[in-house]
């Protein structure tokens, strides 16, 4: 699974139809678990994700993702909040999800990760790192993100909420009964 590639962009519309699907296939429910979306979308993709976290550098990128033989690897900040980091993974993915190519003259991954680059278990094929948006791709991944994101706090927050025992205790007293009274 992963978006077509358009060389003049996509609109945020066609965007949103592409990710709305794409929740649709993986029937990703709410609360969002990145993790179980990531594991979902890599047997829909029959390619692994592994989402490694990193204490990347402050001034440096927030996230990073590169092509391995045989998976694709989701480096991610590790000292940042959880909805950061839930949003740094999403990014990443929609680079994956649309097939950016890698950056040319990213630099050696080794200076890039220092010490994760000998933890990983293969060299990257190709590497995806930038720390600005000023480019098409950049956009595009930060913009499914934050559909999938928004996606999520919707559904999440239209969620009939889980009664307690003591609510339940309430209802059953109030409720029309069945029986003796």
């Known amino acids: 699974m992963r978006f077509p590639r358009r060389d003049n962009g996509s609109s945020e519309r066609e965007l949103r139809r592409r990710c709305r699907g794409l929740l649709r296939e993986l029937d990703v429910q709410p609360p969002l678990d990145v993790h179980e979306f990531c594991a979902r979308l890599a047997v829909v993709r029959g390619r692994p994700i592994r989402l490694v976290p990193y204490p990347l550098w402050a ?10 033989r045989n998976a694709d690897f989701i480096v991610y900040q590790e000292h940042t909040t959880k909805p950061h980091q839930r949003h740094i993974i999403l990014h990443e993915v929609g680079h994956i999800l649309a097939d950016h190519p890698s950056d040319e003259g990213a630099g050696e991954l080794s200076e890039l990760l220092a010490g994760p ?4 278990p293969e060299p990257p094929d190709s590497l995806r790192c930038r720390t600005a948006y000023d480019q098409r791709e950049e956009r595009e991944a930060e913009t499914v993100a934050t559909i999938i994101l928004e996606w999520a706090s919707i559904l999440d927050a239209m969620r009939i909420p889980q009664s307690s025992d ?10 029309d009964r069945l029986g003796w009274l």
Do not use: M, N, R
């Open 59 to 68: 001034d440096g990128p927030f996230g990073l993702w590169f092509k391995g």
């Open 117 to 120: 680059a000998a933890e990983l």
């Open 166 to 175: 003591a609510a339940e205790g309430v209802d059953a007293a109030l409720s």
